[in-house]
């Protein structure tokens, strides 16, 4: 039997080595910058959410330099942002105070078993539970309070930080965007800048059209359930409603966890005020689902139920809640790249198709 001999250049192992050590290098890299490529993601977001105003402005004359429309749309959302802080937050950080008063009251009620929470000690002898893993592992084992006071002035301080960079990044891209989008496309052969440019408009529409959309919905949903929480007499309506709304951005299962610890809150203050959040929760999600986010969205994110469930999969697993925000906008991208890709394979088959040879042959 003749043995074959398979040989290999030195330059493709050393590509082939250099490849590796490259990919090695990239997934270190972007494992090291997490937390700063994740706030650009979502400073990329703000300034495609902030973007259609600034050009609003320009296109009607407004004004006529793109910085000071930046700074009209710029300073109009910090103002804006400033003063909703200033009617709400007052009222938010009582009614935390006043659940935090009432904490004690419903850790009382477990322990006698009385209550609407006295079931816990009753049927599961929570309190016992508890006492053991006390005596087990200590307080700090039970509560993960080694290091809290460091822990949590630490995330106070980066949170501020967070902050800080995402509102000056996303006032930089708000500027200089297009220049930068104008860099790319020239760098790209004169023939296919056409191409890209569509490309780059439709991911702007895509993208732009579920940050916008989603802040609205989300909104949408915090009002109309502050106004329901207030109607019903439920205690603490405004932290409420503000977690609507800040749950509502996370898709598919944001609304879910919402519903669940507002009506939780609910019954335990009265059974009548527990069902009409029940029902105004349920009412409201459908309502959301079939007709406020397809007048919202409107054709801007065409994806299918089974491709949003693997994308925010995927990207809570990658980077939690911000990569679950951010994975819908992202498949998007994607999808339009791919829908390009496509159409771009089939006019390259079609097109020698098309061309006749004299004698109406077509070529070969």
Known sequence: MEERVVRFRPRAVLVV??????????IQLLSNTRGVLIWILIAIFLAMALNPPVDWLLARGVVRRRGAAVGIVYTSTLLAIVGLSATFVPTLVQEVNDFADAVPGYVQDITEGRGRLGFLERDYQLVERIRDAIETSGVSGVLGLSGTALAVTKSVV???????????LTLFMLLEGPAWVERFYSLMPEHQQARWRRVGTDIYRTVGGYVTGNLAISLIAGVASTVVFLLAGVPYPFALGLIVALLDLIPLAGATIAAVIVTTVAFLDSTTAGIVVLVFMIVYQQLENHVIQPLVYGKTVQLSPLAVLIAVLIGAKLAGVIGALGAIPVAGAIQVIV???LEWRRQRLVEPSSVQLPGGLPPG
């Open 17 to 26: 080595i250099g490849l590796i050590l490259g990919t090695l290098v990239l």
């Open 339 to 341: 829908l390009d890709l």
């Open 158 to 168: 980066n949170a501020i930080v967070a902050m800080v960079t995402i509102a000056f």
